[in-house]
Each structure stands twice: as structure tokens, then as C-alpha cells.
């Protein structure tokens, strides 16, 4: 009397992922466009976990490490207001 039950629940759930759809991958990226959506996820008061787990969905594992996404919601929580990258003068580091 249980199985039937089990089969009906799991063939309801079974048709339920087959009708989600998963988010397409972006390849090619800019960090200054990773920084906006950083920006943009923290603006809606997203936390840094949440946005790494987003932005890895969509632009794939190698775009950054979750360290990187808090250092990022960090910034812009401090006050950072642009995306584009920074040259810090006098840093001896070039522009990337």
C-alpha cells in the first residue's frame, strides 16, 4: 500500500527537475563584469556565500575562490563604487 504512494511523490519530484532549468554558463568574462555583479547581488543585501555559489553557476568554478567573492562584498560594502579595475599609483603593478 506504501509503495504506490512512493512512486506517485517520487514521480512528481522526478518531473519537477526535469522542468527546472539550469542557469546557461557565461565563458567568456570579464572581472570587471564579475565586480558589477558582485556589486549588484551585495546592493540586494545578498551575502558573500550566496553570491560565490551565483556567480559560480553561472560564469563556472575557475572565475573565483569564495575568499575572492568576500574580499569582494567587502570593498563595496566599504564604500567601493566603481568596477573597473584599480591602478593604484606607485603600486609597480600593472593594470590587468
Not at 6 to 34: D, H, P, Y
Not at 63 to 90: I, L, P, T, W, Y
Amino acid at each position: 500500500m506504501l509503495l504506490p504512494v512512493i512512486q506517485l511523490v517520487c514521480s512528481k519530484v522526478i518531473r519537477r527537475f526535469r522542468t527546472i532549468e539550469m542557469a546557461r554558463r557565461i565563458g567568456n568574462w570579464s572581472c570587471s563584469e564579475v565586480r558589477a555583479v558582485i556589486r549588484f547581488l551585495r546592493a540586494k543585501n545578498e551575502s558573500a556565500s550566496a553570491i560565490h555559489s551565483q556567480i559560480m553557476e553561472v560564469y563556472g568554478e575557475e572565475v573565483m575562490s569564495r575568499q575572492h567573492a568576500m574580499k569582494g562584498c567587502h570593498s563595496f560594502q566599504s564604500g567601493r563604487q566603481d568596477v573597473e579595475n584599480r591602478n593604484v599609483a606607485g603600486s609597480g603593478r600593472p593594470n590587468s
